[in-house]
């Protein structure tokens, strides 16, 4: 996909997610070969501006539609994002193991809320269907793998 294909999506998904007016947002290509992120934000919440940041060098992920659908709706999630990270902030000590693991639940909690959003909205609206396995075939293990050492827990 080449760059005048990924901005027209862009625009297409800030209108279709109502991102703009409310935030003045750009997108950016980075084509650095050692940045390992397919697709991130840069954000400025007071003043409600966001650089959107997609690798056109090496891409981790084959369908950059359902990237950019997906980095756009943590600008939609940004709002509750903020308010549960301020909510753990101050509710745990820093570096407790409460506070990590709070963090941790909430991290993993928001990606997954995230792309179950993204991957909604792309079955309805997208032009390029095919969800992306990217994170599955490379580096991921087996679901039995993961529960090795469990079946013994009764």
Known sequence: M???????????YIK???????????LEFV?????RKTGDFKIDCDDRKA???????N???????????????HIKMYPLDQVTESLIINCF??????SNFAYRQFFTAL????????KCFLLE?????????????KKGRSFNELYDGLNGIE
């Not at 609206?125 to 075939?137: H, K, N």
């Open 2 to 12: 080449d760059k005048a294909e990924i901005t027209a999506l862009f625009e297409k």
């Open 16 to 26: 279709k997610l109502r991102i703009t007016p409310t935030w003045d947002i750009r």
């Open 31 to 35: 084509e650095d070969p050692a940045w």
């Open 51 to 57: 650089i959107l940041l997609i690798n056109v060098s």
């Open 59 to 73: 891409p981790n992920n084959v369908n950059l539609e359902e990237v950019i659908v997906h980095e756009l709706m």
């Open 93 to 98: 000590e820093e570096g407790s193991s409460a």
């Open 111 to 118: 990606e997954q809320t995230v792309e179950e959003l993204a």
């Open 125 to 137: 609206f997208g032009d390029d269907r095919e969800l992306s396995y990217g994170r599955c075939s």
